[in-house]
């Protein structure tokens, strides 16, 4: 049956993204008849279109330029990197066109109906679609599976529509390369964004609001990226906002309020907003059915994804925080699990967040602030990348690795990581958490070496006094929980 053809189906799944075409095909697995809605020719959202794929790709690009510039180390010279944007901006689309064009042979091999277009309920059970070639259809559905994504934020009381003010949608483009750049947001958005300009070869300054980069993680994990973002970034204010942007001749003049604002108004050639996201619940016809949204615009859902209306569930950025791809996918296959009367919730332990910067920053579980902000009692156990092998021959021992265990079970609540490779090491304190792993169990788990992954095992180790390249005086002595490493840096246990 091919999306002209279809009038009917049993699941509607309004967005392709990550969470859509994730449920579309665990209901199609489940033998469901399946429809995706999607403004795209294909299915992947604003992840793999305008989001997470293409700035990965960049990201990577920035990588190889900064590992070029740092050879020296190792007594190889590079001339300095010459760039192509043309070449630079095909070999990105390339790799969007290629996953989003699978996921479309994908819907086709599964018998996935897709259709090109937007819409917006009638009622409950009948959505209005207006289709990309100009026609309008009329669908009905038995279940409705909302997966309509988020956009970002604009500045609040900002009207100037110009060229210079970018987001962070038209920043992947990389039109062309300014000299210097203004990057509102410090925020994972904004500093992988701004890691990439500055690779590039842009004077970028970071302008956040908060007293800390990455507000809301751990602060021993943002020091040490924050130490590096200082050496490739031009400035970067902290505790100060944008109180008033203006166009001009040569570029956007920026007023700066706050503790350490400057007092001269600057000039930049671009500006470039990251001050979060908000959910896409207005203008699909939410006020033609029963679901409920709260003050923020978020969908109201219960653990299996049900919104108040028994026709319509909701995954993804439009249900809350944390607006992440892997959370919506996962949400997804809860969903399509719900609509084929299985009794299921998303109801996990540990959603991880990666910051794909250089150094990377990933976490999982509780936090240590949380745990204090809750009055929740940790053991708090660190190994710095200063006394692991591996991260010395690849010349990255800034990192650190951190578990947060329970006091009396030693199972453990959360994992922190800021490193290079970070993303990968996390997937294992995802897989601790939700196992309900103890200290014991990944001290007694043999990791390879020389390995980054080995720092997992030495902080659990730690947690016990007995890391093999750490040495910590026993409790109880005058300098109690003092440590000595092998490294640069001390390891900790408190």
């Excluded at 906002?241 to 309020?257: H, M, P, S, T």
């Excluded at 650190?400 to 265990?405: A, E, N, P, Q, Y």
């Excluded at 030495?458 to 002595?477: N, R, V």
């Amino acid at each position: 049956m091919t999306g002209e053809e279809t009038k009917k189906t049993h699941v509607a799944i309004i967005g392709g993204g990550p969470g859509g075409y994730a449920a579309a095909f665990m209901a199609n697995d489940l033998g469901l008849d399946v429809t995706i809605i999607e403004t795209h020719p294909n299915p992947g959202g604003v992840c793999l279109f305008r989001g997470c794929i293409p700035s990965k790709a960049l990201l990577h690009v920035a990588k190889i330029i900064t590992e070029a510039r740092e050879a020296e180390h190792w007594g190889i010279t590079f001339s300095e990197p010459r760039l192509n944007l043309e070449r630079l901006r095909e070999s990105k689309n390339s790799v969007v066109e290629k996953l989003t064009g699978g996921l479309g042979q994908l819907c086709k091999a599964r018998g996935v109906n897709f259709i090109q277009g937007r819409a917006d309920f009638v009622n409950s059970q009948t959505l209005h679609i207006m289709r990309e070639d100009g026609a309008e259809q009329e669908l009905k559905t038995d279940y409705t599976i909302l997966a309509t994504g988020s956009r970002p934020t604009t500045l609040p009381d900002t009207y100037l529509e110009s060229p210079r003010l970018m987001d962070s949608t038209n920043a992947l483009d990389i039109d062309d390369l300014p000299e210097s750049l203004l990057v509102i947001g410090g925020g994972y958005i904004g500093l992988e964004l701004g890691s990439v300009y500055a690779a590039l070869g842009t004077n970028v300054t970071i302008c956040e609001m908060t007293p800390s980069l990455l507000p809301g993680v751990d602060q021993d994990l943002v020091r040490i990226l924050h130490k590096r973002m200082e050496s490739i970034m031009t400035n970067i204010m902290l505790n100060t906002k944008v109180a008033n942007i203006e166009e001009q001749k040569d570029g956007l003049k920026c007023r700066f309020e706050g503790e350490n604002a400057p007092k001269k108004e600057q000039v930049f050639e671009k500006v470039l907003v990251c001050i979060g996201r908000k959910p896409n619940s207005s203008g699909v016809g939410l006020r033609n059915t029963g679901v409920k949204v709260d003050e923020r615009g978020f969908v109201k859902v219960d653990p299996a994804r049900w919104t108040d209306d028994p026709h319509i569930l909701a995954i993804g950025d439009i249900t809350g925080e944390p607006m992440l791809a892997h959370k919506a996918s996962h949400e997804g296959r809860v969903a399509a699990e719900a609509v084929a009367g299985q009794r299921v919730a998303f109801e996990p332990y540990a959603i991880p967040a990666v910051v794909f910067t250089d150094p990377e920053v990933a976490y999982c579980g509780l936090t240590e602030d949380q745990a204090k902000e809750q009055g929740i009692e940790v053991k708090t156990s660190k190994f710095p990348w200063g006394a692991s092998g591996r991260a010395l021959t690849l010349n990255r021992a800034e990192g650190l690795t951190k578990l947060i265990s329970d006091p009396e079970t030693e199972q453990i609540l959360g994992v922190g990581i800021v490193g290079s490779g970070a993303g990968e090491l996390i997937s294992e304190g995802v897989l601790a958490v939700e196992m309900g792993a103890t200290a014991h169990d990944i001290g007694l788990s043999i990791h390879p070496h020389p390995t980054l992954g080995e720092t997992i095992m030495e902080t659990a180790d730690l947690i016990f006094g007995q890391s093999t390249h750490i040495y910590q005086k026993p409790k109880g002595k005058k300098a109690e929980a003092e440590a000595a490493s092998t490294g640069e840096e001390q390891a900790q246990t408190t």
